[in-house]
């Protein structure tokens, strides 16, 4: 239960890690990954390149919930939960 849980939170992260990869070269218009997080760090959308890449975790999420897997879904909706509340704070400050 606890080891499904924690695998759903691993598979979680390393989807937004992949979204966030591709949705910054998506809108990087030909930039390379590390120019575009700087230039969104300082023009403020960070948080929305992190929300974007978030998108994923919708992949992931459906696809444990069809094989039965609920606690692996419960993880992967456990750090999308957690990625929401980091980037609303992030936005604040």
Known sequence: MK??????????????????????????QGEDFTTVIKAAANEGFLGKLISLGAILNLV??????????????RGVLLIT?????????????
Request: glycine residues 10%.
């Open 3 to 28: 080891k499904d849980i924690f695998i759903g939170i691993l598979v979680g992260l390393i989807a937004n890690g992949i979204g966030l990869i591709l949705t910054a070269l998506l809108l990087g």
């Open 60 to 73: 992931a999420f459906f696809v444990f919930i069809r094989k039965r897997q609920d606690y692996r879904a």
């Open 81 to 93: 939960i957690f990625i929401a509340v980091f980037t609303f704070v992030f936005k604040l400050f």
